[in-house]
């Protein structure tokens, strides 16, 4: 038996998973999306990132930017490294992708705002 919390919407239903012979049973989700995430965190847990790459530009230090796609959970310390050795040198707009197929995961970092070419 596992206990998680699902993460799909603010609602946040706390779930339990019995895992008898290849059977999941899920109770506590409030919907059906509750079940497929229960599904999904036993079996290949995903997560997207949120998070801001540094820039070039003094007036835009840093810049908010987000991955297209979730990865695997536990690839997710690997993107970020990946995402910290960058310095944006050019001025990106929102969707402008900053990491084509980052670490080969299927997922791009996009930038996620138009800072660097609303302040210049
Ligand atoms: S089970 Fe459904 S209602 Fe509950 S948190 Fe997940 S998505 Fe929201």
């Known amino acids: 038996m596992k206990e998680t919390v699902c993460i799909v919407c603010p609602r946040g239903c706390k779930l339990r998973i019995d895992e008898s012979g290849g059977d999941l049973a ?3 989700n409030a919907c059906r999306r ?3 995430f229960a599904v ?3 079996k290949d847990p995903r997560r997207t990132i949120c998070t801001t ?3 070039a530009f003094p007036e835009v230090p840093v810049l908010p930017v987000r ?3 979730e990865i695997p959970k536990a690839r ?4 970020m490294r990946e995402i910290n050795a960058v ?3 050019s001025r990106v707009g929102r969707g402008d992708i900053i990491i084509k197929d980052v670490l080969s995961l299927g997922a791009d970092v996009i930038a996620s705002s138009n800072l660097l070419k609303e302040i210049q």
């Open 67 to 69: 991955l297209s796609a």
């Open 34 to 36: 509750g079940r497929d």
């Open 76 to 79: 997710i310390f690997d993107v």
């Open 40 to 42: 999904s965190e036993l």
């Open 87 to 89: 310095t944006v040198e």
């Open 53 to 55: 790459v540094r820039t």
């Open 26 to 28: 899920v109770t506590g």
